[in-house]
């Protein structure tokens, strides 16, 4: 069973930064995409970027220009870089791993952004 582990979130007031960290049990190049998502308390879950086999990159809108997405590929581990963190970020973040139609996600790790 695929397992990804995400880690890294916590609080920061706005303006910071935090650094996430989603290890996956496989080889990433076994995976169509690896991709962020979040959900904040009363909201669906929504995209927030994700990085594909190729290595190219997409951003929802509400975060391009803050957040940078990047891989470590012999450490199996996709990261999210987020700056000038906004309290409209608050939210559980969760790492998700596609396989053609199979989606496998993490537990997910909370980031708050308040003063």
Known sequence: Q???VESGGGLVQPGGSLSLSCRVSE???NFNDIAWYRQAPGKEREF???INVGG???YAGSVEG????SRDNAENTVY?????LEPEDTAVYYCR???LRQNFWG?????????
């Not at 803050?66 to 997405?69: G, K, P, S, V």
């Not at 999210?80 to 000038?84: A, G, K, P, V, W």
Request: net charge positive; no cysteine.
């Open 107 to 115: 537990q997910g790790t909370q980031v708050t952004v308040s003063s």
């Open 97 to 99: 791993a596609r396989l």
């Open 66 to 69: 803050r957040f940078t997405i």
């Open 80 to 84: 999210l870089q987020m700056n000038s």
């Open 27 to 29: 080889n990433i190049f």
């Open 2 to 4: 695929v397992q990804l």
């Open 56 to 58: 190219n990159k997409k």
């Open 48 to 50: 927030v970027a994700d």
